[in-house]
């Protein structure tokens, strides 16, 4: 069973940093997805970035591009794994609830709806 666990979300001031965790756990195939998602208040839940094994490389939104970044640690075991959201430059509209999602066979896929696997999500809020 996949799971996943958010961390790191909080208050920031605009203009500042937050850096978001997400354990994720049960990967047991080489070719997968692990996304990141937000949902601010009354909007549809957006993809901010997502990495794929496909090219082992990561694609970002518009609107984070520059301030975002995506990372992974170094452990080999994909049973478990730490994936993380570099947030910089947080603006008031960055306000959401931050997702980590993942998937097997997704090639870097924004759509939600490709993604079996959810965590519980983050608060972040960006105080201007």
């Known amino acids: 069973q996949v799971r996943l666990v958010e961390s790191g979300g909080g208050l920031v001031q605009a203009g500042g940093s937050l850096k978001l965790s997400c354990v994720v756990s049960?990967?047991?195939?080489?070719?997968?997805?692990v996304a990141w998602f937000r949902q601010a208040p009354g909007k549809e839940r957006e993809a901010v970035s997502v990495?794929?094994?496909?090219?082992?490389?990561?694609?970002?939104?518009?609107s984070v591009k520059g301030r975002f970044t995506f990372s992974r640690d170094n452990a080999r075991d994909t049973n478990k794994f730490t994936v993380y959201l570099q947030m910089d430059s947080l603006q008031p509209e960055d306000t959401a609830v931050y997702y980590c999602?993942?998937?097997?066979?997704?090639?870097?896929?924004?759509?939600?709806?490709?993604?079996?696997?959810w965590g519980q999500g983050t608060q972040v809020t960006v105080s201007s």
């Open positions: 999602a993942a998937g097997y066979g997704i090639r870097k896929s924004l759509e939600e709806t490709m993604y079996p696997y």
């Open positions: 049960g990967i047991i195939q080489t070719y997968y997805a």
């Open positions: 990495f794929s094994t496909s090219d082992d490389s990561t694609t970002y939104v518009d």
